[in-house]
C-alpha cells in the first residue's frame, strides 16, 4: 500500500518492482518519513489540486531527492484539461 504506481508496475518484472520498493523504502529513512505520510501528502496533493484541474492519477509521479541546499519534493501531476481557464 506504499503507492498506487505499484499496481501499476505489478505486471513489470518482479526485480525492477523490488528495486522501485527499496528506492521509496530508503526515501522515506533518508528524510524520516513514513510510507504512510507520503500517501497522505499525496493524496492531500490530489484533492486540491483536482478542484481546480483534470489530473491523470495514474500518471503521478512523487520522490523525494537531494539538493541544494537540502532535500526536495518532487510531484508531477499530469494535466489532463483546466475548466474554466480565463477564472484565476
Not at 501499476?8 to 522515506?28: D, E, F, P, Q, Y
Not at 491523470?56 to 501531476?77: C, K, M, Q
Request: include cysteine; charge should be positive; proline fraction near 5%.
Amino acid at each position: 500500500m506504499i503507492w498506487d504506481v505499484f499496481q501499476k508496475i505489478r505486471k513489470n518484472h518482479s526485480g525492477s518492482l523490488a528495486k522501485k520498493r527499496l528506492k521509496v523504502v530508503l526515501v522515506t529513512d533518508k528524510v524520516d518519513c513514513s510510507p504512510e505520510l507520503i500517501d497522505r501528502m499525496k493524496d492531500d496533493m490530489i484533492r486540491v489540486i483536482s478542484k481546480y484541474m483534470k489530473i491523470d492519477r495514474d500518471g503521478i509521479e512523487i520522490r523525494i531527492v537531494n539538493s541544494r541546499p537540502g532535500t526536495a519534493l518532487y510531484a508531477a501531476f499530469p494535466i489532463l484539461d483546466i475548466p474554466n481557464k480565463g477564472i484565476c
